[in-house]
């Protein structure tokens, strides 16, 4: 086990990419005495240096780094294109035009040799686990190596990582599983429980978690810390849109669901338009769609229009408040 100063709350700030996670909110978190996390996913590595020395001006507690794991998806590029075409309509009605699939790789490599250069205390990776060499080579910096799981199985095969998050089927944004399946996943207490049994590393619960009470059961069924996201979107140091965060508020929308419509991976977001006409005729192509997807997404924010923006969203998305994140850290660990 990696020795670092953990959070004296146990309380964790999901790292959310496009937009949410910000320096501002990674900080009020780890100032209130929980853990923040930054994003890398979809940034350039200059972008994810600048985002980790920002928050180290504002703060001196640790926090952490998320990085998206490369995409390992055998894509046909018809269904991509004909993904495309179907959108044709939308993209020319908001006056753009789809978007073409780019490196699948978030620049992953260099993401890591620039955080090895001068890592923050915490990395965390999603979409799959990195190599032993990778994990030993944070570990020997001193960094606490996280591993985001969504079954058991995952759970063994990151078994030499420091904590484990595991995220349930109620999580907002996408699912963090190894590979780009439609399998049914489980729900966080199940899950949470069959991982408690086969594994002794920290865990951090994660998967529609909103409340002070949902954070006590988690961690009365063996979690070491309680992983947050959709909770903190309406915070004011949040960067989430602002269509987003009106959006989570808005009795006009009522449900969540998975989808691929948006991203090629499934994902949950609030029930709207695009993800309603859209999600039967999604490819599993990670993030080939979400390139596809991404101008309109970006108009329709512009544009004031939820209905065509990835709303993402856990199932306990009523309980997003404009509260201030250092206050919204004391609220959940009952203080």
């Not at 890592?119 to 060499?133: E, L, Q, Y």
């Not at 990582?161 to 109620?170: S, W």
């Amino acid at each position: 086990m990696t020795h670092v100063p953990w959070p004296a709350l146990p309380i964790v700030q999901a790292p959310m990419a496009g937009g949410p996670s910000t320096p501002a909110l990674a900080a009020a978190v780890s100032d209130a005495g929980g853990l923040g996390f930054l994003a890398a996913g979809y940034k350039t590595v200059a972008a994810m240096r600048a985002d980790i020395s920002a928050t180290r001006e504002l703060t001196a507690r640790p926090f952490g780094m998320n990085v998206f794991m490369p995409s390992l998806d055998d894509v046909d590029p018809a269904v991509v294109d004909a993904y495309r075409e179907r959108l044709a309509a939308e993209a020319e009605r908001l006056g753009v035009s789809p978007g073409v699939p780019a490196a699948r790789d978030d620049a992953y490599e260099d993401k890591v040799a620039d955080l090895l250069s001068d890592p923050p205390a915490f990395v965390s990776f999603t979409f799959g686990c990195p190599s032993v060499d990778v994990v030993r080579a944070f570990q020997e910096r001193g960094v606490v190596v996280v591993v985001t799981v969504t079954t058991v199985e995952e759970a063994r095969q990151a078994s030499g990582a420091d904590a484990l998050c595991v995220q349930g089927a109620e999580a907002g944004g996408h699912r963090g599983s190894f590979g780009n399946t439609s399998d049914e996943p489980v729900p966080l207490r199940v899950l949470l429980r069959d991982v408690r049994v086969a594994t002794t590393l920290p865990i951090f619960a994660a998967g529609g978690l909103g409340t002070a009470a949902d954070v006590a059961e988690v961690l009365a069924l063996g979690a070491t810390a309680a992983q947050l996201g959709t909770v903190f979107v309406r915070c004011p140091e949040s960067g989430a849109s602002a269509v987003h965060k009106a959006a989570l508020a808005d009795p006009r929308f009522t449900a969540t669901a998975m989808t691929r419509a948006f991203s090629g991976r499934p994902a949950r977001g609030l029930v709207n338009r695009f993800l309603t006409e859209h999600s039967a005729h999604a490819p599993a192509a990670y993030p080939d769609v979400h390139f596809v997807t991404s101008p309109l997404r970006k108009a329709s924010a512009a544009q004031g229009d939820p209905d065509g923006v990835n709303l993402w969203a856990g199932e306990s998305y009523r309980t997003a408040t404009e509260t201030p994140a250092g206050r919204l850290v004391a609220a959940l660990s009952g203080r």
